[in-house]
């Protein structure tokens, strides 16, 4: 069996060479799982086919990829159109309704993008994320940036507020505050579009005071990231949205035909991979990018994996209070902070790691050839980055302790594009070996029933 699955086009290689054979799990271990397998992959093939999935009223589309009813994304396309004179960009949202925006800023336009002067962003509006909190003081934060600049002339801001139910309180409060705030600064002009489902109390906001998007059916907000609903923001700043879109069809159409064969489905394997080490109590996930672009995708998939399958019941009605525990972490940043734990701490969770093979322009960073660098002299900076990798990955299965890692030939939004679907089928899969509904979340019902009760009880 295979230690590493590739793909070819667009460039992306899943090693599991330091996770089998490691922690208890070996390759006989997968190959007796390869029953489980093929029903989950044949489930997920049957789910893109039909758009169902087992005791959902709403249908489950992002497996689509937009493909059927074009209205949403040309909407967006417009909007996208109609803001890139705008100043700032400030999208407004929480959960899956703000992270598949913010993981394609950061991804392909990098953390910094609101540092680069206007030429500098190819004349593209900043972008500003906005509502991801309640936190007061980030949110004045935000008004009092906009109110240093309105001295030095007028600015124009288009809010995106993004909600598929239109009543989340940190969405719509941030909307109310920032359009009220940013409305009475001088020379502000300040406009407001809603990506949210008809009738939702954002679209009677933003129908009678801006404009209104379709949120697509079918789309479930952490599964929204390469819907009209992730992509709004890529389109508004001039990511390629089609190259994005087609790297992931790439990727779905690798998958598909690779089926339950887990030497050719990476999303399939890496599933049974991790359901294989969390059945020897490792349901610790650490997802460790190891660059600062990517820190984001973590953030991301902690809140696909956790949101999906952390689950009380199964879809029996069983209790089985599943699903493993996602943790962020960035290289080399958290060898310095969280590897101790990982290396020496319980041995209840396995560490992914992601990284880049070629950086493009950055590759020519180099370490001056100084006698102060030592055996550093001449190195490639992203060799330094991967060699610390590498070094973590040894370093965990010298102990015994499991590692696996996904590898992209390029940063690019092909790749990029297909990397999140593949985690994205992966945690469908993962679903299904756990048999558990992954597009709901009942668990966060019960904090939202308290709050309406204080909001409701409580004077402010
Ligand atoms: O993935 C999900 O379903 C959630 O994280 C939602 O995106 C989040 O709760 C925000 O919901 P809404 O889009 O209704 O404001």
């Known amino acids: 069996?295979?230690?590493?699955?590739?793909?070819?086009?667009?460039?992306?290689?899943?090693?599991?060479?330091?996770?089998?054979?490691?922690?208890?799990?070996?390759a006989a271990d997968l190959e007796a799982a390869a029953p489980a397998?093929?029903?989950?992959?044949?489930?997920?093939?049957a789910l893109v086919e039909s758009g169902r999935a087992v005791g959902l009223d709403e249908p489950v589309l992002w497996p689509r990829l937009g493909e059927g009813d074009p209205g949403p994304l040309e909407a967006v396309r417009s909007w996208a159109e109609r803001v890139r004179r705008a100043d700032t960009v400030v999208s407004v949202g929480i959960g899956g309704s703000y992270l598949g925006n913010r993981v394609l800023r950061d991804a392909l336009l990098g953390p910094g993008w609101n540092e680069r002067d206007r030429e500098g962003?190819?004349?593209?509006?900043?972008?500003?994320?906005?509502?991801y909190h309640l936190d007061p003081a980030e949110l004045a934060a935000l008004v009092d940036l906009f109110a240093s600049r309105s001295a030095r002339?007028?600015?124009?801001?288009?809010?995106?507020?993004?909600?598929?139910?239109?009543?989340?309180?940190?969405?719509l409060a941030t909307t109310l505050v920032l359009r009220e705030a940013l409305g009475q600064l001088p020379g502000v002009e300040v406009r407001l579009a809603a990506l949210t489902a008809p009738g939702t109390p954002l679209a009677e906001l933003a129908a009678e005071r801006g404009e209104v998007l379709p949120f697509p059916e079918g789309i479930?907000?952490?599964?929204s990231v390469l819907s009209p609903v992730g992509l709004a923001t890529a389109a508004a700043s001039g990511v390629d949205v089609?190259?994005?879109?087609?790297?992931?069809?790439?990727?779905?159409?690798?998958?598909?035909?690779?089926?339950?064969e887990l030497d050719r489905n990476p999303a399939l394997r890496y599933a049974v991979v991790h359901r294989l080490h969390a059945q020897r109590g490792r349901s610790g996930a650490v997802f460790m990018p190891y660059a600062e672009r990517l820190r984001c995708v973590s953030e991301w998939y902690v809140q696909l994996l956790a949101e999906s399958l952390g689950k009380a019941r199964d879809r029996?009605?069983?209790?089985?209070?599943?699903g493993r525990t996602p943790i962020v972490a960035v290289g080399t940043t958290d060898m310095h902070a969280?590897?101790?734990?990982?290396?020496?701490?319980?041995?209840?969770?396995?560490?992914?790691?992601?990284?880049?093979?070629?950086?493009?322009?950055?590759?020519?960073?180099r370490v001056p050839e100084l006698p102060a660098a030592g055996r550093l002299a001449g190195r490639r900076v992203s060799e330094l980055n991967r060699y610390a990798r590498e070094a973590n990955e040894v370093a965990l299965a010298g102990d015994d302790r499991p590692s696996d890692s996904f590898l992209l030939g390029r940063l690019d939004e092909r790749t990029l594009g297909g990397l999140l679907y593949l985690l994205m089928a992966s945690v469908a899969y993962e679903g299904e070996l756990l048999d558990v509904c992954a597009y709901d979340q009942p668990g966060v019902e019960a904090y939202k029933r308290v709050l309406r009760e204080r909001l409701g009880t409580q004077p402010a």
């Open 220 to 223: 479930g907000g952490r599964w």
């Open 1 to 26: 069996m295979t230690s590493t699955v590739r793909i070819e086009d667009p460039s992306i290689a899943y090693s599991t060479e330091r996770s089998l054979g490691v922690g208890g799990v070996s």
């Open 153 to 171: 002339g007028p600015q124009r801001v288009e809010l995106l507020a993004i909600s598929k139910s239109g009543t989340t309180v940190e969405t």
């Open 121 to 131: 962003r190819g004349d593209r509006p900043e972008l500003r994320f906005a509502g």
């Open 316 to 322: 029996q009605g069983r209790r089985v209070h599943t």
């Open 37 to 45: 397998a093929r029903a989950a992959a044949d489930a997920f093939a």
């Open 338 to 365: 969280q590897t101790q734990q990982h290396q020496e701490g319980a041995r209840d969770k396995t560490v992914t790691t992601l990284d880049v093979l070629d950086w493009g322009a950055a590759e020519a960073l």
């Open 242 to 260: 089609d190259a994005l879109l087609d790297g992931a069809r790439a990727v779905r159409s690798v998958l598909l035909s690779a089926g339950g």
